[in-house]
């Protein structure tokens, strides 16, 4: 069955600072990857996804995703992160058979001014 | 994208009743999805309902303890029946509509069973 790891549960970043969460997942075959941002009070929504193509993919809010296959890796970064993106990120992968989105435990991400 | 629209957004709940959550797509969909998200943890599929056939249900979830309707492209509800505290979760809807692309979600339940 696919799986999805995040490895950070918590961060916490002064604003600028640069933002780099690990996501990696488990199966082998064609996978579509996605990473998801809550914000406090707010739905899940969108940051960006990967099909196919370029392996570094650019998000919304300057946030950006590399597909590295041999690592199974799709890691989330930022280069100069803002108080507002203190929020609750999840990577999310389709693929393997199943229907519905397989998800990490999720990384609650905190910037302090 | 689609917007979508879930209630009620919390619930408190006695032991041993049941709740249905319902969830409305501003656009028609072909599929829709039911999560659970436990405290402290990830989101986990619960079901996936598609219009015109019975709701496909993961392993470790049952049709007896969260049936599911799905009358039309743009809605669906969820059932939690027979609640025990264990069954205090986020309960999240969410819709695709273009074959796994891009799945949109609704603000979610916050159930609480007491």
């Known amino acids: 069955a696919q799986s999805v790891s995040q490895h950070n549960h918590h961060v916490i970043l002064s604003e600028a600072a640069s933002l780099e969460l690990g996501c990696n997942y488990s199966?082998?075959?064609?996978?579509?990857l996605f990473w998801y941002v809550q914000y406090p009070g707010q739905h899940l929504q969108l940051l960006l996804k990967y099909f196919s193509g370029d392996p570094l993919v650019k998000g919304i809010k300057g946030f950006e995703a590399e597909f590295i296959k041999s690592k199974f890796s799709f890691n989330l970064r930022k280069p100069s992160v803002q108080w507002s993106d203190t929020a609750e990120y999840f990577c999310?992968?389709?693929?393997?058979?199943?229907?519905?989105?397989?998800f990490g435990k999720g990384t609650h991400l905190i910037i302090q001014p | 994208s689609a917007v979508i629209s879930q209630k009620p957004s919390r619930d408190i709940c006695q032991r041993g009743t049941s709740l249905t959550i319902q969830c409305q797509v501003d656009?028609?969909?072909?599929?829709m999805f039911w999560y659970r998200q436990q405290p402290g943890q990830s989101l986990t599929l619960i079901a996936t309902?598609?219009?015109?056939?019975?709701?496909?249900?993961e392993s470790g979830f049952v049709i007896d303890k969260f049936p599911i309707s799905r009358p039309n492209l743009t809605f669906s509800t969820l059932t939690v029946s027979n609640m025990s505290p264990e069954d205090s979760s986020i309960y999240l809807c969410?819709?695709?509509?273009?074959?796994?692309?891009?799945?949109?979600f609704g603000q979610g339940t916050r159930l609480t069973v007491v």
């Open positions: 309902a598609n219009q015109g056939s019975e709701a496909t249900y």
């Open positions: 969410s819709a695709d509509r273009s074959g796994g692309t891009e799945a949109f």
């Open positions: 999310a992968a389709l693929g393997g058979g199943a229907d519905g989105l397989t």
């Open positions: 199966y082998g075959g064609t996978v579509n």
């Open positions: 656009s028609q969909v072909t599929m």
